[in-house]
Nanobody, 114 residues
Framework: VQLQASGGGLVQPGGSLRLSCAASGIMYRINGMGWYRQAPGKQRELVASVVSGGGTNYLDSVKGRFTISRDDDVNMVYLQMSSLKPEDTGVYYC?????????WGQGTLVTVSS
């Protein structure tokens, strides 16, 4: 299993970022996939998920600001984040959802700060 997240960076409050995840070895097409976030000093939480049929779920705090999508042809998952807030800061990981595998990858750091 390989899960490679990318696209993080430093952004000002109100800004946008698009995260990408390349997934392999995870029987991608039959699994739900999700983006998880681990903020400093906090436990990792599921931020958004998308099932193979395209249905999505979001953490209440990101509804209306984040959009998750998947491209099954290339085994990719994306997270479009807009109107970013300082509390969105953290390391973002992609993994199977809602039950993640034990393989997390290195994640991608998102820092929202002025």
């Amino acid at each position: 299993v390989q899960l490679q997240a990318s696209g993080g960076g430093l952004v000002q409050p109100g800004g946008s970022l698009r995260l990408s995840c390349a997934a392999s070895g995870i029987m991608y097409r039959i699994n739900g996939m999700g983006w998880y976030r681990q903020a400093p000093g906090k436990q990792r939480e599921l931020v958004a998920s998308v099932v193979s049929g395209g249905g999505t779920n979001y953490l209440d705090s990101v509804k209306g600001r984040f959009t998750i999508s998947r491209d099954d042809d290339v085994n990719m998952v994306y997270l479009q984040m807009s109107s970013l807030k300082p509390e969105d800061t953290g390391v973002y990981y992609c993994n199977r959802a809602p039950r993640p595998t034990a393989i997390w990858g290195q994640g991608t750091l998102v820092t929202v700060s002025s």
